[in-house]
């Protein structure tokens, strides 16, 4: 079935530091990736939408700025956050839509824990 | 504006009995329903999906879900729970091509 791949699975970085995560569709095209935060006992907020070629829509109140979204090929989404601090310590999580021989869904990656000290 | 509702957040089983979580949308046309399920620290697992037809859907696990458009729900039921069962479970709702927006799950503890 199709598959994201998304690492790392844990990250812990020191605050100021900048941390890169990286999604990738190994057996499809992602022409649109999604990306959500999860708070622990909380639900998924989505972050921002992001489309091959183009620049990521961001959802209202998420900081463009601290949150670099690339989605410079068809299997590779990435989200770097910038100058992290410890409010950034969260549960990552990327999905790509599926759309392949009328099996429309959605699929997720496996998450990243990061964690700011 | 489009939200998921729900109402349980935390629900406590005991295994073999039965089990239904539920779920209320708003959503301003007929959306696509899903139900995920996630164990701790992990991604999430489709249990069903609803697009048309059949308002009864069967999903893995043993799990089934019932469309209905008079109650704007999407409630999840199992007919007996086993304690691989306890997990995080979220409704979510969209239309084709955009993002899932997600309820703020319902925690199922299974006792034994």
């Known amino acids: 079935g199709a598959v994201v791949s998304q690492h790392p699975s844990r990250v812990i970085c020191k605050s100021g530091t900048s941390v890169k995560i990286e999604c990738r569709s190994l057996d499809f095209q992602a022409t649109t990736m999604f990306w959500y935060r999860q708070f622990p006992k909380k639900s998924l907020m989505l972050m921002a939408t992001?489309?091959?070629?183009?620049?990521?829509?961001?959802e209202q109140g998420v900081e463009k700025d601290k949150f670099l979204i690339n989605h410079a090929s068809l299997t590779l989404s990435t989200l770097t956050v910038t100058s992290a601090h410890p409010e950034d310590s969260s549960f990552y999580i990327c999905s790509a839509i599926l759309t392949a021989e009328g099996n429309y869904g959605y699929t997720f990656g496996s998450g990243t824990r990061l964690t700011v000290v | 504006a489009q939200s998921v509702t729900q109402p349980d957040i935390h629900i406590t089983v005991s295994e073999g009995a039965s089990l239904e979580l539920r779920c209320n949308y708003s959503?301003?046309?007929?959306?696509?329903l899903f139900w995920y399920v996630q164990s701790p620290g992990q991604g999430l697992q489709l249990l069903l999906k609803y697009f048309s037809g059949d308002t009864l859907v069967q999903g893995i696990k043993g799990f089934e879900a019932e469309f209905k458009r008079s109650q704007s729900s999407f409630n999840l039921r199992k007919p007996s729970v086993h304690w691989s069962d306890a997990a995080e479970y979220f409704c979510a709702v969209n239309q084709a091509g955009t993002a899932l927006i997600f309820g703020k799950g319902t925690t199922l503890s299974v006792s034994s």
């Open positions: 992001s489309n091959e070629g183009s620049k990521a829509t961001y």
């Open positions: 959503y301003g046309a007929t959306p696509y």
